[in-house]
């Protein structure tokens, strides 16, 4: 199992930025692919980027392409989304996540596959 706790959230304004941390302590991190979440209020959670052991291989969804950037420092067991031109819409809790052991360039973009969970850090966008 490995353990994740996220930071960097806040309380920001439209237009601005944030990086969220996510530090892994319990197994090899550079192991498993990893994947940030998010869940707005009433709504389900959902993936916004992912990216494969190694850092070669990203994905993103739509609605965050240009304006988020996933990265890792596997020497460093952190992993982090620096967000900018933050918009109200981006208010949510996000989360962290690690998915099984995998090959090098595997991405998980279901929420199924992914096993291990930070508990959250709120973000929110002020108009």
């Known amino acids: 199992q490995v353990h994740l706790v996220e930071s960097g959230g806040g309380l920001v304004q439209a237009g601005d930025s944030l990086r969220l941390s996510c530090a892994a302590s319990?197994?090899?991190?550079?192991?498993?692919?990893m994947g940030w979440f998010r869940q707005a209020p009433g709504k389900e959670r959902d993936l916004i980027a992912a990216?494969?052991?190694?850092?070669?291989?990203?994905y993103y969804v739509d609605s965050v392409k240009g304006r988020f950037t996933i990265s890792r420092d596997n020497a460093k067991n952190t992993l982090y989304l620096q967000m900018n031109s933050l918009k109200p819409e981006d208010t949510a809790v996000y989360y962290c996540?690690?998915?099984?052991?995998?090959?090098?360039?595997?991405?998980?973009?279901?929420?199924?596959?992914?096993?291990?969970w930070g508990q959250g850090t709120q973000v929110t966008v002020s108009s």
């Open positions: 319990g197994r090899t991190f550079s192991l498993y692919p």
């Open positions: 996540a690690a998915a099984a052991v995998a090959s090098r360039w595997a991405l998980r973009t279901t929420i199924s596959d992914y096993h291990d």
């Open positions: 990216i494969s052991r190694d850092g070669g291989n990203i």
